[in-house]
């Protein structure tokens, strides 16, 4: 399944892991945005539900399991190439999640994974929004749960 220049959006999830004052961040190892930092995710498979393309995805790109909390965010990613033509179309769908056992280990799309002090987030070559996005889920995260997503409806 080719990316680029799609005929269609792709719909992705990416999930945001906080322990302590740090966020889990890789470093990506595909296009697009190649050897920039963001959180790790990836594409929903046909017949898959976000909450389950979410575990899967982290558990192949970071080796680790998860537990989807609520999602923080659905952003548009249209990334169109010199000549204005869209090269890559995504549809995200960003979700605070928890995961407290285990050590991150890049594998599949990650070139390298880290948990990050929220403090030293600027210093990193981030994808678009992705600060903005973790800010948000950090506040999220001290509320009093809203259910947003719900796969059961």
Known sequence: MDRRYPDRPFVGVGAIIFRG?????????????????????????????????????????VALDVKVLDLVAVLDRVIKDQEGRIEYH????????ESTQGEPLPATDAEECTFVRLDR????DLTRGTEKIIRRALERSKEKPVQVYNPTV
Not at 33 to 60: N, T, Y
């Open 90 to 97: 995504y549809i995200l769908h960003d979700f605070l999640c």
């Open 21 to 61: 004052d740090e966020v889990l961040l890789i470093r990506r190892g595909t296009a697009p945005a190649l050897g920039k930092w963001s959180i790790p995710g990836g594409l929903v498979e046909l017949g898959e539900s976000l909450e389950d393309a979410v575990r899967r995805e982290i558990l192949e790109e």
């Open 121 to 124: 987030l600027s210093s990193y």
